[in-house]
């Protein structure tokens, strides 16, 4: 009987954390941008406002070549799947330097007859 009632507090204790990740929760998605933008700004340190607009900045790029069914470089790939195991200092260059890749390689992109409209 202690098992099934300590199953249930679980069940419960997951759905509460559940609704905090649910749009409306106070951990679920930020849908206004100037929101979330106020949100990266209120960052306690100077270096963690850097961080948050770099990894931003570089999940907007990812996000558009998914959107627009683009490929990205191999070599950038790689580099960003060791983003998170570098110091803080050396990410935000790394992201800075991943998304520069990645908007060159859009508009190289853009050259190319085929994505033209």
């Known amino acids: 009987m202690s098992e099934q009632i300590s199953q249930e507090k679980l069940l419960a204790r997951m759905k509460q954390v559940f609704a905090r990740l649910q749009s409306g929760g106070d951990q679920g998605p930020i849908d206004d941008r100037?929101?979330?933008?106020?949100?990266?700004?209120?960052?306690?340190?100077?270096?963690?406002?850097?961080?948050?607009?770099?990894?931003?900045?570089?999940?907007?790029?990812?996000?558009?070549?998914?959107?627009?069914?683009?490929?990205?470089?191999?070599?950038?790939?790689?580099?960003?799947?060791?983003?998170a195991r570098l110091p803080v200092r050396e990410r935000i260059a790394r992201a800075q330097e991943i998304a520069k890749k990645l908007t060159e390689h859009i508009h190289d992109a853009g050259k190319d007859p085929a994505f033209r409209n």
Do not use: C, N, W
């Not at 979330?36 to 558009?64: M, N």
């Open 34 to 83: 100037y929101e979330y933008e106020r949100l990266i700004d209120s960052e306690p340190t100077e270096e963690d406002r850097q961080l948050a607009h770099a990894l931003t900045d570089l999940a907007d790029l990812a996000k558009y070549f998914s959107e627009h069914k683009l490929r990205m470089p191999a070599d950038v790939v790689a580099a960003m799947s060791g983003l």
